[in-house]
């Protein structure tokens, strides 16, 4: 890689910098968590570490929450604009930072940066984020859906000196500890950052020492230009063309709102468009424009730059258009806190990795790196009362980390592979969790059917249940902060359909006998509860919940070899039932397959896509051999025939229309309610004469049909 022409200095010495940078990035990681005693840190691996130049660009991003990298070099650029008079910025100082309006997500998400100077100058800033379990606000645990605004967020600092010229301002560390209810964890997470800081500052200036200090900034300098320059060169290979859809998120109140983007890419430059997406709600659930950013940056650093180095380089190519507001760039004072984990940024993470998954489709050489997406629903909550020492504690479930993973082009995707935020980031042991706080898991299983049924089918999500038990006070109080269980938000592509809604089911005095592996088994007053509800949990009640839910299929389930339906069946990913409804598999009870009535049973459900009195209108004349010149593909079974002008199937041939035609418009189409609300319909489109299914999308019940993509140049 070292010998790209826009490097101008020695490509040797560019890449042992490049490695001992990375190297020096993991080293701050392993303070962290070294030194903090949070449960989120060392069993959630929810934090962030990251270097900066002189003026606040990102120069290396970490491999952990890669959603708060962004908006931390934003806080360097705010500091240094705005303490440079007063109260001053200088060697060994240290500052903490936990504002979203101004930059980062969510007030959870607390920050800490500081300068590193070598002598007399500053060489650059280090930057590490935790997040915190309680943020002093109306509701325990700070990630609260039902705040009203910005103030019962908790607390808000734009910038607190923690260090002063390599003294530690002991006053500033207990003002932290007196603004929320868990002082202890707040302070070893904040001594725990500034540890981080201090090794990247021996680090940075052993460097500068070896190799000088104009060599170090020299190096930050390429090092982003090389990161722009590799993403350039890899949007230029991807044909100019928009890409469109929109996912969708409620409130505690009940009420929808859209999130709408437009990902345009013309040569070697990208614009995330998002107008049309709705106003802020009176709710929690809103982003600031920094957290947008940053989830946006998961989809991009994650899909679309994943071997490239993570910095501002990246951002030199990417454009946002985040309208002043709305749910993706509120204005005060509207409350935030709750926009991760299942508010509206952890959607845009999953919104972006779809958009990049079709446009990446469309090069074979990139076709490698497509993924369904994940992640863009789940149930989890934030539990607090006394613990089983009589101390107050505060928690969250944390096995959203276990989501199943997108399916790829051509393979399944990984069964409870993780959070694609945090490549580093892993389930909290189940013995952990009962250490630290007052709860007995009756289970945690990989849920059969979870997962996108496809061609290739997506991971299975993680199911969990437990039992309040040994509480100090016999009581829980509980928030839920899930979301999507409604509408079908962990959408497939390419013809794949959705992953399951998760879901959580309070059982009142549940009867737990003869150890439960599945709710049936479980005897008591059960209530299916909203993805954003407030309730109290009692000693002896249970609790279940799909946490972290399966990934997106790719593909027409018909279309799936039935050897790999019967080994779901086998392994416990794929029931019975859905073998045969779904995937049109037959198994008989010696787990066989059936092949005749396999045959049989996938001619009739292809028959079924259909519209009841609609005869297929397609022309048998219209049906061409495969042409493999000259085409674009769109996904597996729909591509523009570019000399002929027109969208065709990429099975069986079939021209469906002109080039500036809707091609959605000319092709079967079937909508199926997902909720007993009848406000979202999965809107399945067929092809008119093999009847394969090309695109499934989940849009609000009424929505206009959306062409989804359009190659730009074209007449």
């Keep these: 890689m070292s010998d790209d022409p826009a490097i101008r200095m020695d490509p040797v010495t560019f890449e042992i910098l490049r490695h001992r940078l990375q190297q020096n990035v993991m080293d701050m990681t392993k303070a962290v968590e ?112 039902w705040s009203r605004d910005m103030f019962q967020d908790g607390f808000r600092i734009p910038g607190l000196k923690l260090m002063d010229r390599g003294k530690v301002r002991s006053d500033a560390i207990r003002t932290l500890a007196n603004l929320c209810r868990l002082p202890e964890l707040i302070t070893l997470d904040t001594k725990a950052k500034m540890a981080a800081i201090n090794v990247a500052k021996e680090r940075i200036q052993a460097m500068c020492h070896r190799y000088g200090v104009e060599t170090v900034k020299q190096f930050f300098h390429e090092l982003m230009n090389y990161s722009e320059k590799l993403a350039r060169a890899k949007l230029e290979k991807i044909p100019d063309g928009e890409w469109e859809s929109s996912t969708y998120l409620d409130d505690p109140a009940g009420d929808i709102f859209e999130i709408h983007c437009v990902m345009r890419k013309e040569k070697g430059h990208v614009t995330l468009d998002f107008t049309g ?162 709860m007995l898991y009756l289970w945690r299983r990989e849920l059969p059917d979870s997962g996108g049924p496809g061609k290739f089918r997506g991971g299975a999500g993680l199911e969990v249940a437990f039992k309040l038990h040994d509480a100090g006070n016999s009581e829980a109080r509980v928030a839920g902060i899930g979301g999507g269980f409604e509408p079908m938000n962990i959408v497939g592509l390419s013809g794949g359909y959705p992953a399951m809604n998760p879901y959580m089911t309070l059982v009142k005095e549940a009867s737990l006998e ?69 995937y049109g598999v037959i198994v008989d009870m010696k787990l066989r397959i059936d092949e005749k009535a396999t045959a049989t049973k996938r001619q009739s459900l292809r028959k079924k896509r259909i519209p009841e009195q609609k005869s297929p209108t397609a022309d048998p004349d219209s049906v061409t051999p495969h042409e493999d010149l000259d085409v674009y593909p769109l996904g597996e079974y729909l591509r523009l025939n570019l000399s002929r002008k027109v969208f065709q199937c990429s099975r069986c041939g079939y021209s469906i229309c002109a080039i500036h035609e809707n091609w959605k418009e000319h092709i079967l189409l079937r909508e199926q309610c997902v909720s007993g609300t009848q406000r979202f319909v999965l809107r399945e489109l067929f092809c008119p004469f093999c009847y394969v299914c090309m695109k499934v999308d989940m849009v609000r019940t009424g929505t206009p049909l959306v062409r989804s993509f359009r190659l730009l140049g074209l007449s």
Aim: proline share 7%.
């Design 34 to 145: 070294k030194v903090s005693g949070s449960p989120v840190v060392l069993y959630a691996g929810d934090h962030m570490e990251s270097i900066y130049d002189a003026e606040g660009n990102l120069v290396l991003a970490g491999m952990a929450c890669t959603h708060t990298t962004l908006p931390t070099g934003k806080v360097a650029k705010y500091i240094l604009k705005t303490f440079e008079s007063d109260p001053g910025i200088y060697e060994d100082d240290q500052f903490f930072f936990n504002d979203p309006y101004i930059s980062g997500i969510h007030n959870n998400d607390m920050a800490v940066v500081g300068p590193i100077h070598y002598g007399a100058e500053m060489v650059g800033w280090a930057g590490a984020v935790t997040h915190c379990l309680d943020t002093g606000g109306t509701f325990p645990g700070g990630m609260s859906p």
């Design 277 to 438: 997406s709705s106003p802020q709600s009176s709710y929690g659930i809103n982003a600031s424009a920094s957290a947008t950013m940053g989830g946006c940056f998961v989809g991009l650093a994650g899909f679309l730059f994943p071997n490239i180095p993570w910095n501002e380089g990246m951002y030199r190519v990417v454009d946002f258009v985040l309208p002043e507001g709305t749910v993706v760039n509120a204005t005060q004072p509207a409350a935030t806190a709750a926009n991760m984990p299942t508010g509206t940024s952890m959607l845009i993470e999953s919104l972006i990795q779809e958009l990049v998954a079709y446009m990446l489709y469309a090069v074979p050489e990139y076709r490698r790196e497509v993924y369904c997406p994940t992640w863009g629903a789940s149930a989890d909550f934030q539990m607090s009362g006394l613990d089983q020492r009589n101390r107050f504690y505060v928690t969250i479930g944390f096995n959203v980390m276990g989501a199943g993973g997108g399916a790829r082009f051509d393979k399944d995707g990984c069964n409870s592979a993780g959070w694609q935020g945090s490549p580093i980031s892993w389930v909290p042991n189940v013995e952990s969790s009962e250490l630290f706080y007052p």
């Design 514 to 582: 003869n150890l439960p592996t599945c709710l049936a088994e479980i005897q008591g007053k059960k209530e299916s509860l909203a993805p954003k509800a407030l309730f109290g949990m009692q000693d002896g009640d249970a609790l279940m919940l799909l946490s972290g839910p399966g990934g997106g299929g790719w593909g027409d389930p018909l279309e799936r070899e039935p050897r790999l339906v019967l080994k779901d069946l086998m392994d416990g990913y794929v029931s019975r039932e859905a073998a045969a409804e779904i």
